[in-house]
């Protein structure tokens, strides 16, 4: 019960912050750093820190992107 109280609405992203996105999981891919994202998820905000990004694919299937 509790736990459904604390859901919030779906973000709507602009086209910036979705391009900020991008941009920092190509450079996580590429230069093999940890990438910190915060990600909203069934619900909830999460964040989520990568340590190595090898497919972005996976992240896809997630709505991760």
Same mark, same amino acid.
């Given at each position: 019960?509790?736990?459904?109280?604390?859901? &919030?609405?779906?973000?709507? /992203?602009? +086209?910036?912050?979705?391009? +900020?996105?991008?941009?920092?999981?190509?450079?996580?891919?590429?230069?093999?750093?940890?990438?910190? /994202? &915060?990600?909203?998820? +069934?619900?909830?905000?999460?964040?989520? &820190?990568?340590?190595?990004? &090898?497919?972005?694919?996976? /992240?896809?299937?997630?709505?991760?992107?």
């Amino acid at each position: 019960m509790f736990k459904d109280q604390a859901r &919030t609405v779906k973000p709507i /992203l602009g +086209e910036h912050q979705k391009e +900020e996105f991008d941009l920092c999981i190509a450079y996580g891919a590429e230069y093999y750093h940890a990438v910190k /994202l &915060t990600v909203w998820y +069934e619900g909830f905000i999460h964040d989520i &820190t990568v340590v190595f990004i &090898t497919s972005i694919q996976s /992240l896809m299937r997630y709505g991760l992107t």
